[in-house]
């Protein structure tokens, strides 16, 4: 398998925390201010540049194996690639947060919603998918196109603990030092975000909510995120 390529998401309801692709990550917090404007460094990935990290990501793969995806997100409920097998995965090191900008998919330029991520610290729980080495090309590059439209992410090959031993999986893990990634947003800030963000995916809450869905409905706790589904529903009702 390739040896290592490199994105996340956290939420801690009274000090909700957030969840990107470059060569390299430290374990220092970088910078994260609340400002939801386009940072004047925004843009999006070229056709080019997105097919390179593609091809570096998978420089390890010999062609005839098949590969493990890691999705944490909405891979779990909207994975949109053909999969032979499919398990319950925990990875260590890594922490489910939202804690990247989306200024495409779930939010705009102007307005951003935010996104599941893989930050740094603790351990996630999502699926492991097991992708047939015939149809490794073609998955990867609809794949890229999804997930790496700005290049906030950094792939990541990193081994997944399953009920059938261990996998070495593909993950999107959060890239600290982009201006894509937040975190430390007040309780209130966060929900209005995900409650009114909307992008060419849809609604910002539309995300949260089925990914909630999703984890509840294979076993998966993330108290985290049902915490902050309470505190959606409450705003949304009236009810306290």
Not at 41 to 64: C, I, K, P, Q, V
Not at 108 to 133: E, N
Request: aromatic fraction near 10%; include cysteine; charge should be neutral.
């Amino acid at each position: 398998m390739p040896a290592a390529a490199q994105l996340i998401y956290y939420v801690d309801i009274s000090h909700l925390e957030p969840c990107s692709c470059q060569n390299k990550v430290t374990n220092t917090f970088a910078p994260a201010p609340h400002a939801a404007a386009a940072p004047s460094s925004f843009r999006l990935l070229t056709e080019a540049e997105r097919h390179a990290s593609m091809l570096d990501a998978l420089s390890g793969w010999n062609g005839d194996e098949d590969v493990w995806i890691y999705g944490y997100g909405s891979l779990i409920w909207r994975p949109e690639f053909q999969f032979i097998e499919q398990r319950a995965a925990l990875l260590h090191g890594y922490h489910r947060a939202l804690c990247l900008w989306s200024r495409v998919n779930r939010g705009t330029p102007d307005k951003p919603g935010l996104v599941f991520g893989l930050d740094v610290g603790g351990s996630c729980r999502g699926m492991a998918y097991r992708i047939p080495a015939g149809d490794v090309p073609s998955t990867m590059e609809a794949l890229w196109r999804r997930e790496m439209p700005s290049g906030a992410y950094i792939p990541r090959w990193l081994r997944c603990r399953t009920d059938h031993g261990i996998v070495s999986a593909l993950t999107f893990t959060m890239n600290r030092y982009t201006d894509a990634y937040v975190r430390d947003l007040p309780a209130e800030r966060l929900i209005d975000i995900v409650q009114s963000a909307h992008g060419s995916y849809g609604p910002c809450i539309e995300y949260v909510l089925e990914t909630a869905r999703a984890l509840k409905q294979s076993n998966i706790q993330d108290k985290r995120l049902q915490l902050l589904v309470r505190e959606l529903h409450k705003s949304t009702t009236g009810t306290t």
